[in-house]
T-cell receptor, first 110, second 111 residues
Framework: QQQVKQSPQSLIVQKGGISIINCAYE??????FPWYQQFPGKGPALLIA?????SEKKEGRFTISFNKSAKQFSLHIMDSQPGDSATYFC?????????FGKGTRLHILP | SQTIHQWPATLVQPVGSPLSLECTVE??????LYWYRQAAGRGLQLLFY??????ISSEVPQNLSASRPQDRQFILSSKKLLLSDSGFYLC??????????FGSGTQLSVL
C-alpha cells in the first residue's frame, strides 16, 4: 500500500519559472511532512518541512502549501534555477516511521 | 558534529552470494537508524528502522535482514542475494524522530 503518492514523476521548467510538485497521503496520523532534495549519486537532504497545524511555510524560494482536509501538500519552487535540477521527495512521518513518495525528477532549462 | 559513514560505495555481487552493508554514526547517542532502498521508479523504500540496540522494525518482507549490535552501528545483511536486490541502499539517522541525515549510499548490482 502506497501511503504517500507523489506527482508528477518528472518535470521540466524554464529558468525563472515556478516548479510545483504535489503529494497526497492516506494516514491522518501523520504529523510531519518534509521535502528532501537529492542530487545524483548523493543521499537526500532535508529541504523544508511543515506540520499539519499550519497551511503554508516559506523558506527563501521554497514554499510548502498544506491542505489538511484534502490530505495533500505541495512544494513550490519560485524563480527556478538550473541548480535546482534534482530529484525531490515528499515524505510523511509519525513517531519513528518516515515514508517517502516515489520522487520527482526536476529539470530546469537554462 | 555528527557524521554518518556508509560503505562500500559500490558493490557487484553474484546471485546467491551473501551481503553485508555497514553504517556507523558519529557524534550522537541513541540515534534512530534507518535502511532505505532506492530503485528506479520506486522512490525511497523503507526497509528497516531501529530505535535502539537490538530493536529492529521490518517494513518489507524479503530476504534481507538488519541488525544493530552497537548504539551507532547498523548492518544490512542477506544470506543469498537475488537479482531484485539490486539498487541504491541508503542508511540514515535521526535524533528528533523527524529530520533524517542520509549517508552517501551503496550502489549494489546483483548479477
Amino acid at each position: 500500500q502506497q501511503q504517500v503518492k507523489q506527482s508528477p514523476q518528472s518535470l521540466i521548467v524554464q529558468k525563472g519559472g515556478i516548479s510545483i510538485i504535489n503529494c497526497a497521503y492516506e494516514n491522518t496520523a501523520f504529523d510531519y511532512f518534509p521535502w528532501y532534495q537529492q542530487f545524483p549519486g548523493k543521499g537526500p537532504a532535508l529541504l523544508i518541512a511543515i506540520r499539519p497545524d499550519v497551511s503554508e511555510k516559506k523558506e527563501g524560494r521554497f514554499t510548502i502549501s498544506f491542505n489538511k482536509s484534502a490530505k495533500q501538500f505541495s512544494l513550490h519552487i519560485m524563480d527556478s534555477q538550473p541548480g535546482d535540477s534534482a530529484t525531490y521527495f515528499c515524505a510523511a512521518s509519525k513517531d519513528d516511521k518516515i515514508i517517502f513518495g516515489k520522487g520527482t525528477r526536476l529539470h530546469i532549462l537554462p | 558534529s555528527q557524521t554518518i559513514h556508509q560503505w562500500p560505495a559500490t558493490l557487484v555481487q553474484p546471485v546467491g552470494s551473501p551481503l553485508s552493508l555497514e553504517c556507523t554514526v558519529e557524534g550522537t547517542s541513541n540515534p534512530n537508524l534507518y535502511w532505505y532502498r532506492q530503485a528506479a521508479g520506486r522512490g525511497l523504500q523503507l526497509l528497516f528502522y531501529s530505535v535502539g540496540i537490538g530493536q529492529i522494525s521490518s517494513e518489507v518482507p524479503q530476504n534481507l535482514s538488519a541488525s544493530r549490535p552497537q548504539d551507532r552501528q547498523f548492518i544490512l545483511s542477506s544470506k543469498k542475494l537475488l537479482l531484485s536486490d539490486s539498487g541504491f541502499y541508503l542508511c540514515a539517522w535521526s535524533a528528533l524522530k523527524e529530520k533524517l541525515f542520509f549517508g552517501s549510499g551503496t550502489q549494489l548490482s546483483v548479477l
